[in-house]
């Protein structure tokens, strides 16, 4: 790695004082003001694709649970207990309309994103695969929605059972490649699981190509870690049958998840985590379950974790996640306008290689004659915060590939995405 001396001309960016207060909450200021963590820093943070930053009435309510009536949900009959049952309802009820799910027992609160998925693999999987069964999935998908299925298989073949997982293609898009799915589909086929939007590549997956070409009993399965908060999510129009969402990437607090189940696959799960209040009943041909969301909601939940979910939806609403799914597009379009003119630059398969401007707050590149994680190491010291390596990506493990991942929010501005371009141009030149 080259050495960037102080005395280059690579500046880091200078301070600033926190914002004053601003009336209507659209503008810049008013916006970095919500998020403490960044109006306290003049670091300019392009990772929300790895965790978003926090509001304040998310801090607020986490903070509140621990000093104020602290209890157990659904546990009591006094008031404290009482009050705090009636408030996860509330969240679960939001959170149904917030992602368009139909019915509120169609929301699972987990431990997160990838406890989701496990979920999904161990209450379904188990007990709905056969012997000859398939799976078809990404291996460049997120590692949640790839070992989950290797861990599923490995554990039916100790009983027996063989099932078959399918890898398909993605797109240079960074989607999922449809036409390669359609040739792969068998009558063994039992479920499709894709990344919604793509952690690396910032590609859309709706798989709305494969309608009416799936039989009703192939199930789709849509990991939305990162479109959930970024972008209008409708489970229902998308057809899912699962879908999981991480909440620390939609303004909420880590280990909290969502777990979308279609009504119509409720007959199908078994037990997860059985044990307190896990909707189970024990009786002489054993467990026997007694509703959802109960049956995969056993033992105390992440009860700050989901009232933060709460207020971070009211959050969300309150600029309207299409308006931030717009927001994305403009900074996107600009990261990429930029980031053409600068040689030796890479773009990963996505909203680069478009034909049409798309852009969804998500891109990965390469920079030639530097590492991705000297470069990430090099803009942070600049003051640019990025993700850099494999990204969790189990096939880019195995390769050997990296890149830098830049994701933006509603929090970033234009003017921080010129300056972040201007300094990776800057970079360019000082590595040829």
């Avoid at 004082?17 to 009336?23: D, L, Y």
């Avoid at 139909?102 to 056969?130: M, R």
């Avoid at 990204?391 to 970033?412: E, F, L, M």
């Amino acid at each position: 790695m080259r050495s960037f001396a102080s005395g280059s001309h690579l500046t880091r960016p200078a301070a600033t004082r926190p914002p004053a207060p601003a009336t209507p909450i659209s503008t810049p200021a008013a916006v970095r003001k919500l998020f403490p963590a960044l109006a306290e820093s003049s670091e300019v943070y392009l990772d929300s694709a790895a965790t978003t930053q926090k509001p304040v009435p998310v801090i607020d309510t986490i903070h509140r649970y621990h000093s104020s009536r602290t209890a157990n949900a659904g546990r009591g009959t006094y008031p404290w207990a009482t009050s705090l049952t009636g408030q996860i309802s509330r969240v679960r009820a939001r959170t149904a309309a917030f992602i368009a799910a139909e019915h509120p027992d169609e929301v699972v609160f987990t431990g997160g994103a990838t406890a989701a998925l496990n979920a999904v693999t161990l209450s379904w999987g188990l007990g709905a695969l056969e012997d000859g069964d398939e799976i078809l999935y990404s291996p460049r998908d997120h590692a949640s929605n790839v070992y989950p299925w290797h861990h599923l298989r490995r554990m039916l073949a100790r009983f027996g059972r063989h099932i078959e997982l399918v890898p398909y293609r993605m797109t240079e898009l960074g989607e999922a490649d449809t036409a390669d799915i359609l040739a792969k589909l068998t009558p063994r086929t039992r479920l499709i699981t894709t990344s919604h939007l793509h952690h690396v590549f910032g590609g859309l997956t709706t798989l709305e190509e494969l309608r009416g070409s799936l039989d009703p009993s192939v199930l789709l399965c849509f990991d939305c870690s990162q479109s959930g908060g970024h972008l209008p999510v409708d489970v229902t129009e998308l057809g899912a049958d699962f879908a999981v969402f991480a909440a620390h990437k939609m303004f909420g607090a880590p280990g909290t998840g969502i777990l979308y189940c279609r009504r119509s696959v409720h007959d199908q799960l078994l037990p997860f985590l059985p044990g307190g209040n896990s909707g189970v009943q024990l009786t002489d041909a054993g467990l026997v379950p007694t509703g959802m969301p109960d049956l995969l909601e056993g033992g105390t939940q992440n009860i700050p974790g989901i009232l933060a979910l709460g207020s971070a939806l009211e959050v969300l609403e309150s600029f309207d996640v299409g308006a931030i799914a717009a927001h994305n597009r403009e900074l996107t379009l600009r990261l990429i306008a930029n980031l053409r003119q600068v040689p030796g630059l890479e773009f990963l398969p996505g909203p680069a290689h478009a034909p049409c401007a798309i852009g969804y707050g998500i891109l990965s590149f390469t920079l030639a004659g530097i590492s991705s994680t000297d470069l990430g190491f090099v803009l942070s010291e600049l003051g640019f915060l990025v993700r850099t390596g494999a990204h969790c990506t189990p096939a880019a493990a195995d390769d050997g590939a990296d890149s830098v991942r830049v994701s933006t929010h509603i929090y970033n501005t234009l003017e921080e995405i010129d300056r972040f371009t201007e300094c990776v141009m800057t970079i360019a030149m000082e590595v040829r």
